[in-house]
């Protein structure tokens, strides 16, 4: 025993030390990569492509060919399994539902399909080429007056999101409140293969490629400083804008801020010990117990092991197939919105979202066939060629802001945010509110902003 002691102590010390020394080389902070702005994402090996870099009026119009056999899809409906006795949406999609969103689908909303074409043009759409690929986008310039600033505002939304999503919230961006000199000259892009931007060629098109795109997109069109908001995907794209582009992203705010680096990770399990060390009490229940919310991540998070394995063959399924895709997306905005609404046979679809904009986001997607390309962020974000980049453990010096709603999938607590966020100057909780909170709550995601951009405003602008 009196030999085995001190080794026994020296084998622990070294464990440690070894430990120590493997957590210290993961959790290290990283630099900025070397960024290619030119990266080719087109058809073909790209040696004769030349850009062309005019920017380009596009219209929302489709034929009367196109809605009628729309109609025609919507009018063939399968035999549904009715639902389960005393089952709202547990199982999925309640069927007695889908039918009546069916029937509104095909009568009352494609009976004014001209107006919800009228209704997407209100705003000016564009589209222009960047890096292989024909980028759509709108752009809304303010009306001003003497005296009041003007700042770039880049607005990213998700899966399965699209530029919908932002429609009730431009008016309050670009257009002034009591007590406010400053308004947004606003852009808003479909992400790549998303909608009307169209999708890559290549393999590897990752959110931090993204990321790049929509730099030189804003650069294009003539903003090569801006702030940026985002959900969703578009929460991570713009926490890499503001990671890529420290010296030209004027302030990053997201409402979906989370972060998994290593250092992140163990601070979130310290401070779930320990809440009110590091939360106001009232709000622990956004972020503890970590059980519960694993629980509630693993049961909405089916989709994404399909969409980061198999994209295109999910993809296969809903493509062109209007009764599948309401039905998958639509899921999303119950559950996603409230946990809660997983108990409703309606899915409470329609207590914050008109049955019209839900449609709106669906039409989008089924009228450009973009669901597979859509899907493929999901398998690119996870390859080992992404993951390599250690993006949650680039610091940026941005300045930095987190809306965090009640009912998001997911929340980091900030002492585990400021890690990378080392300029974080905003963060607020909301009572009320779920993933898609530019299309739930635009007043309240607006008015977050802009109290954002006033704070930055004091300090830098």
Known sequence: MGFLGPVTFGAIVLLVAFSYKQYRDMSSPLPVPELDLKQYWGPGDGKSYKEDTSIKPFKVAYSAEVIEKLRSKLSDAPNFAKPLEGVGFEYGFNSNRLQEILKYWRTDYLGKWTDREKFFNQYPHFKTQIQ??????????????????????????????????????????????????????????????????????????????IAIIMKNLMTRIGHPKFFVQGGDWGSLIASILATFFQDDVLGAHMNMCALDSPTAILKTVIASYFPSYFIEEKYVPYYFPALPKMKELIVESGYMHIQATK????????????????????????????????????????????MDALLD?????????????????????????????????????????????????????????????????????????????????????????????????????
Not at 320 to 344: C, D, H, M, V
Not at 364 to 374: A, F
Request: charged residues 20%.
């Open 311 to 354: 994209p295109d063959t999910i993809g296969s399924v809903l493509v062109g197939n209007p009764i599948g895709l309401a039905a998958y997306i639509l899921e999303k905005f119950s559950t996603w919105t409230n946990p809660a609404y997983r108990q409703l046979a309606d899915g409470g679809l329609e207590k914050y979202f008109t």
């Open 361 to 461: 986001n669906i039409m989008l997607y089924y009228l450009t066939d973009s669901i597979t390309t859509s899907q493929r962020i999901y398998a690119e974000a996870f390859t080992g060629q992404e993951m390599a980049v250690g993006i949650s453990r680039i610091p940026t010096r941005v300045p930095t802001g987190c809306a965090k709603f009640r009912y998001e999938l997911a929340h980091t607590v900030d002492w585990a945010l400021k890690d990378r966020f080392v300029n974080l100057i905003h963060s607020k909780h909301f009572d009320d509110g779920g993933h898609f909170a530019a299309m739930q709550l635009p007043a309240v995601l607006a008015k977050d902003f802009i109290e954002f951009v006033k704070k930055i405003e004091k300090v830098n602008l």
């Open 132 to 209: 292989g690929l024909d980028i759509h986008f709108i752009h809304v310039k303010p009306k001003v007056s003497a005296g009041t600033k003007v700042y770039p505002l880049l607005l990213l939304h998700g899966w399965p999101g699209s530029v919908r999503e932002f429609y009730e919230m431009i008016p309050k961006l670009i257009n002034k409140e009591a007590g406010q000199d400053f308004v947004f000259e606003v852009i808003v892009p479909s992400l790549p293969g998303y909608g009307w931007s169209q999708g890559s060629s290549k393999q590897g098109l990752s959110p931090s490629k």
